[in-house]
């Protein structure tokens, strides 16, 4: 249909109405016929000792491998979110970059850390930052988003 229906007239709005009846009929039909042969499936389950109608659940998402055949597996070198051996841990970083003395803010210490080198995915690395302050007991909060090492 050219027009949106808003904009159709009568006989255009009474020609979409017939146009989905016919469609309507059509799909109740074809899934009647499904109805039936998925009676008759259970059916046949059922003589041969299978489970009742109903008990299997819908399949969703995508499918399991192939009877008869091993799901690929990805090879990783590690576990997602944790570091890779011999790798510093990022508070361990912190304490470096915070030994000067001086508070600082997360952003700024984000800043230093990663210029060491340190490796990180995190989308906000600041976040990552806060965390690791907020929960470790060598940092201590000294003022409105300044963390400073504890001597």
Same mark, same amino acid.
């Given at each position: 249909? #050219?027009?949106?229906?808003?904009?159709?007239?009568?006989?255009?709005?009474?020609? %979409?109405?017939?146009?989905?009846?016919?469609?309507?009929?059509?799909?109740?039909?074809?899934?009647?016929? *499904?109805? $039936?042969?998925?009676?008759? /499936?259970? !059916?046949? /389950?059922?003589?041969?000792?299978?489970?009742?109608?109903?008990?299997?659940?819908?399949?969703?998402?995508?499918?399991?491998?192939?009877?008869?055949?091993? !799901?690929? @597996?990805?090879? @990783?070198?590690?576990?997602?979110?944790?570091?890779?051996?011999?790798?510093?841990?990022? @508070?361990?970083?912190? #304490?470096?970059?915070?030994?000067?003395?001086?508070?600082?803010?997360?952003? %700024?210490? #984000?800043?230093?850390?990663?210029?060491?080198? =340190?490796? @990180?995915? #995190?989308?906000?690395?600041?976040?990552? /930052? =806060?965390?690791? *302050?907020?929960?470790?007991? !060598?940092?201590?909060?000294?003022?409105?988003?300044? =963390? $400073? *090492?504890?001597?």
């Amino acid at each position: 249909m #050219a027009k949106t229906l808003r904009r159709a007239t009568l006989g255009e709005l009474e020609a %979409e109405i017939r146009r989905r009846q016919t469609n309507l009929d059509k799909l109740s039909k074809q899934r009647a016929d *499904l109805a $039936a042969k998925l009676a008759e /499936i259970d !059916r046949q /389950i059922q003589q041969a000792g299978g489970a009742a109608e109903g008990a299997a659940a819908p399949v969703r998402g995508k499918p399991g491998p192939k009877p008869g055949r091993k !799901r690929k @597996t990805k090879k @990783t070198k590690r576990q997602p979110g944790r570091r890779a051996r011999g790798g510093v841990a990022l @508070t361990d970083v912190l #304490a470096e970059v915070m030994s000067s003395g001086e508070p600082m803010s997360t952003a %700024e210490a #984000a800043d230093r850390v990663l210029k060491t080198g =340190y490796k @990180t995915r #995190a989308k906000n690395f600041n976040n990552v /930052i =806060y965390q690791a *302050l907020h929960s470790d007991p !060598r940092f201590q909060r000294v003022g409105r988003g300044q =963390y $400073a *090492l504890v001597q």
